[in-house]
């Protein structure tokens, strides 16, 4: 079974602090995927990369940046943390053979 | 502008009867359509999927009804169980691009 592992399930962090969030998976996926999932507003793409050092915007990049230095890693930075960033964050992986994403457990931040 | 949509927030049914999520969808690109259910804290878990050449998938107890001159599709859960209860995505994808757009959720509730 796919392996997309969050580091943190539960983060507080003030305002204005750079925040890291990992995603780690173990099944040499291509493409790596972060969303945020908010209430009445579902899951939202924030940034993907399809392979090592590649990222594309997803559709709110705003105040986000990530980095990809290894296949299995894919970092979202919050550069400097605002409470409307609080939500639920979702990584996921997908091999580009299938159309499924696996996702992981997701971590709550909550900004103060 | 909101690609794909569900206009019902919230669903509930009883054990045993058909539980009917819908989504309509405005891109007439999308060629690949997914469901996923997800609990509370928790990531969204691959629930079904169906290609655009075709108007109906099944798995067990799940179907999923692809309308493309509607731009609609549902999942139909037959028998509804407890166990079903959970929010409820839909998904749709334009071949290549690797990027899912989500719907909002429906809640779905099955009572005992």
């Known amino acids: 079974d796919v392996k997309v592992t969050q580091s943190s399930r539960y983060l507080v962090k003030r305002t204005g602090e750079k925040v890291f969030l990992e995603c780690v998976q173990d099944?040499?996926?291509?493409?790596m995927f972060w969303y945020r999932q908010d209430p009445g507003l579902g899951l939202r793409l924030i940034y993907f990369s399809y392979d090592v050092k590649m990222k594309e915007k997803g559709d709110i990049p705003e105040g986000y940046s990530v980095s990809r230095e290894k296949k299995e890693r894919f970092s979202l930075i919050l550069e400097s943390a605002s409470t409307n960033q609080t939500s639920m964050y979702l990584c996921?992986?997908?091999?580009?053979?299938?159309?499924?994403?696996?996702f992981g457990s997701g971590t709550r931040l909550t900004v103060v | 502008d909101q690609q794909v949509k569900q206009n019902s927030p919230s669903l509930s049914v009883q054990e045993g009867r058909i539980s009917i999520l819908n989504c309509d969808y405005t891109?007439?690109?999308?060629?690949?359509f997914l469901w996923y259910k997800k609990y509370p804290a928790e990531g969204p878990t691959f629930l079904i999927s169906i290609s655009s050449i075709k108007d109906k998938n099944e798995d067990g107890r799940f179907t999923v009804f692809l309308n493309k001159s509607a731009k609609h599709l549902s999942l139909h859960i037959v028998p509804s169980q407890p166990g079903d209860s959970a929010v409820y995505f839909c998904?749709?994808?334009?071949?290549?691009?690797?990027?899912?757009?989500f719907g909002t959720g429906t809640l779905l509730a099955v009572q005992p």
């Open positions: 998904a749709a994808m334009v071949g290549a691009t690797n990027k899912l757009i």
């Open positions: 891109n007439s690109m999308f060629d690949y």
């Open positions: 099944m040499d996926h291509e493409n």
């Open positions: 996921a992986s997908r091999d580009i053979s299938n159309y499924g994403y696996t």
